[in-house]
Nanobody, 118 residues
């Protein structure tokens, strides 16, 4: 069971990026899958969690969109209107929503670095 993130990079504030999360060893659509970020010196934060419903953290609502391509067994994170404070390593993982907070009980991949310049 493996999740591999890709698509990070350097982008100017206001720009867009699309991250991908490819699964191997299991079918993504059978699980709630979400995106998380970890900024330098901070704890990992849940951004979005999607299965039967889709949840977004307030910090990304209206700017980020999670989607999936079942044929490719891949989940995407479209990130628009990026801000310097979005700079972080982004991870995908199995997710859950507990008392309104997006959490993960799964293992973590290597992540993909997103850097937003001002």
């Amino acid at each position: 069971v493996q999740l591999v993130e890709a698509g990070g990079g350097l982008v100017q504030a206001g720009g867009s990026l699309r991250l991908s999360c490819a699964a191997s060893g299991f079918t993504l659509d059978d699980y709630a899958i979400g995106w998380f970020l970890q900024a330098p010196g901070k704890e990992r934060e849940g951004l979005t969690c999607r299965h039967q419903r889709t949840y977004y953290a307030d910090s990304v609502k209206g700017r980020f969109t999670i989607s999936s391509d079942n044929a490719k067994n891949t989940v995407y994170l479209q990130m628009d209107s990026l801000k310097p404070e979005d700079t972080a390593i982004y991870y995908c993982a199995v997710c859950m929503v507990v008392a309104g907070t997006i959490r993960s009980s799964g293992s973590w991949g290597q992540g993909t670095q997103v850097t937003v310049s001002s």
